[in-house]
């Protein structure tokens, strides 16, 4: 093999010859396991059609593209032939009876006769297939029949219900005594019916009728036969005759003795999806052995992990991997941005979670994110809903062009055609711009960041976070509840929370229990924490950082030019005091700043509580500079009128 890597085993060729062997023949059953080679009608999944010509119905379903009813019988028994013995018995028909195997109603299965289509009887050119079967036998199987049909195109998105056409006699080799029933021409089909009450119609569905294909490839590799095509659904005439297809047919089996045409019609359920699989590692054997990760699958070689790679789990997301340099889709949590990031960085991945944990959510972002890199996507699912999912998502995201439905029962010529111009109309036609609030993201994330190093991060005396005191404090909440008569609106709750679990933290030694909650104990602690902070200068604890930086705006006397209503805006105190953290340490600062409306408020929040500048206040809130020093004038303003 050429170009293989010295580091793979010396037999790798055998190994990878050995292992497309068998993955060809799991996909392809050639044995007489196979429907399509051993056909045998049962009741579930069969309905025969007797007296018709198959061209004449290929004429009409195909051709026309017209539908045809199903007409029932007159008698009330159907004839089974037993295994083994061929006296015919003729019972009644249990509904609710396990599936058998079962002949033709015919009288017996008649080899086909080429024949002058305008002298054909008229009953073969109407609108009804014939059948023996009684109206409620008929019903009944056909009901059957579309439930499965509907079921496998709702759960995989394939047809499987098709009208075969013509039946080819044949054995194993000239020494077997073993009679099999091929047939020679599927025509993909419908049920439908208006009501529970009317009868079933079947129509042509929307894909080529094709030779079998099962069929073909095994008088191909067994006996060098080649039956004749059918012609291309593109350049089909109106007046094609499939007698044409079925003389081939006769003609390239006729050196096989005993081996027969007939002109057997059924209506049943068969699938080939497997085939074209079977197709793709048949021509492509060579090239699928040089793909990296088979190598490595055959080799057994290589590394792997379990979970995500080191680098990956360490990755800082808000730096090193935002959202904004990014071409997500759809929201995503940390854990589907790092499986962006690792398939972003090379990594081969499997993903695996219940139903309702963001796979398909991850499944778009990925897709719209090999888009952006120039990559081609080849998404594969066995059940059709998954598929489903992720293609309306990726349509809401407006990228829906990108995709081409190729293996579904909806990838007829036709459709794919309509996808590809709908995909060349669409690159023709000028980019929206992006009208969102995507600037604003890196400000809010690194706010919310910083929201959440402060309540991690260890804090005061305790040198505890917040959100572990938080969770110490969890486990006496359910303890009664004390009503704490002290006058503490001098003291802030941080200032009291910390004292209070100071003095917890360094009596908690010598606490005893008494047959008194340990809130009684901690209300202790918190009534002599209150008396000592109002014996202290409050002078000596306001008035620092981002405090005072408001408090002296609000302190100032208003500058010419400022926006105001008019008036000093000067707070005098009664007692003369020029000490503006004492003044403000007296008035409710709090409360005069909730009555501010809400974007005179968030200005105050952001430029002296959070601590933005004026640009970064700007960017939150999607308003100019200009518009934030406005606003942060009024507000300073009307704070000095509700503190008067």
């Not at 015919?106 to 079967?133: A, G, I």
């Not at 929201?451 to 969890?474: C, M, N, T, W």
Request: hydrophobic share 40%.
């Amino acid at each position: 093999m050429p170009g293989v890597d010295p580091d793979l085993p010396a037999d790798f060729s055998n190994r990878l010859s050995a292992s497309v062997s068998n993955w060809k023949r799991k996909l392809l059953d050639l044995s007489r396991r196979n429907r399509a080679l051993n056909f045998k009608p049962t009741r579930v999944s069969t309905v025969a059609i007797v007296d018709e010509q198959p061209a004449e119905v290929f004429r009409h379903l195909y051709l026309d593209d017209a539908m045809m009813r199903f007409k029932a019988g007159e008698d009330k028994s159907e004839s089974l032939k037993i295994a083994g013995n061929s006296e015919r018995v003729s019972i009644d028909i249990e509904m609710d009876a396990e599936p058998s195997d079962f002949v033709s109603e015919s009288e017996e299965s008649l080899d086909f006769v080429p024949y002058d289509p305008s002298t054909v009887d008229d009953r073969h050119r109407d609108q009804w297939l014939q059948t023996k079967l009684t109206p409620e036998a008929l019903d009944h199987s056909l009901r059957r029949i579309d439930e499965q049909a509907r079921t496998a195109i709702e759960e995989q998105g394939v047809n499987t219900l098709f009208m075969t056409l013509g039946m080819l006699q044949h054995k194993e080799s000239r020494d077997s005594d073993t009679w099999f029933r091929a047939p020679l021409v599927f025509l993909p089909v419908q049920l439908t019916r208006k009501s529970a009450r009317s009868g079933y119609t079947v129509a042509a569905a929307d894909e080529d009728a094709l030779v079998n294909p099962a069929l073909i490839e095994w008088l191909c590799s067994n006996f060098g036969i080649v039956l004749p095509e059918l012609p291309d659904s593109e350049t089909i005439s109106d007046t094609y005759d499939l007698q044409t297809f079925l003389k081939g047919a006769a003609q390239a089996v006729a050196n096989q003795i005993g081996w027969a045409v007939q002109g057997d019609v059924y209506l049943g359920l068969f699938s080939f999806q497997k085939l074209v699989m079977f197709k793709d590692l048949e021509a492509n054997g060579d090239a699928i052995g040089r793909h990296r990760l088979i190598r490595q699958l055959l080799a057994r070689a290589g590394s792997s992990v379990h979970g995500l790679p080191d680098d990956i789990r360490q990755l800082q997301l808000d730096s090193d991997f935002t959202p904004e340099s990014t071409y997500q889709v759809v929201d995503a949590d940390s854990s589907q941005m790092r499986a962006a990031a690792a398939v972003s960085k090379g990594h081969d991945i499997v993903i695996e979670g219940p139903p309702g944990t963001g796979k398909s959510q991850t499944i778009t972002n990925l897709v719209a994110q090999a888009l952006a890199a120039g990559k081609s996507v080849l998404f594969v699912a066995e059940k059709m809903a998954a598929l489903e999912v992720v293609h309306r998502r990726l349509v809401q995201a407006g990228i829906g062009e990108f995709c081409l439905e190729l293996h579904s029962s909806k990838a007829n010529k036709r459709a794919v055609m309509k996808g590809l111009s709908a995909a060349l109309d669409a690159s023709l036609q000028p980019i929206a711009g992006t009208t969102g609030t995507g600037h604003r993201l890196p400000v809010v994330r690194g706010a919310l960041s910083d929201y959440v190093r402060a309540v991690h991060e260890p804090f005061g005396a305790l040198g505890k976070s917040p959100y572990g005191v938080v969770g110490e404090l969890g486990t006496v909440l359910q303890a009664p509840k004390i009503k704490l008569d002290a006058d503490i609106s001098k003291v802030t709750a941080e200032d009291l929370a910390a004292s209070v679990f100071v003095g917890a933290l360094k009596g908690i030694d010598s606490y005893r229990y008494q047959g008194r909650p340990l809130l009684a104990w901690l209300y202790r602690i918190a009534r002599n924490v209150v008396a000592s902070y109002q014996r202290e200068t409050l002078t000596q604890q306001e008035g620092s950082g981002l405090t005072r930086r408001l408090i002296s705006h609000l302190m100032r006397r208003p500058q010419p030019g400022e926006h105001h209503t008019g008036g000093q805006a000067e707070i005098a105190t009664s007692s003369g005091e020029g000490d503006p953290a004492t003044m403000i340490d007296r008035l409710d600062l709090r409360d005069a700043i909730v009555r501010l409306p809400a974007n005179q408020r968030e200005v105050v929040i952001l430029r002296f509580i959070v601590g933005l500048n004026a640009q970064e206040v700007a960017a939150v809130m999607d308003k100019g500079t200009a518009a934030v020093y406005s606003l942060q004038a009024r507000a300073i303003l009307a704070l000095r009128e509700h503190l008067k």
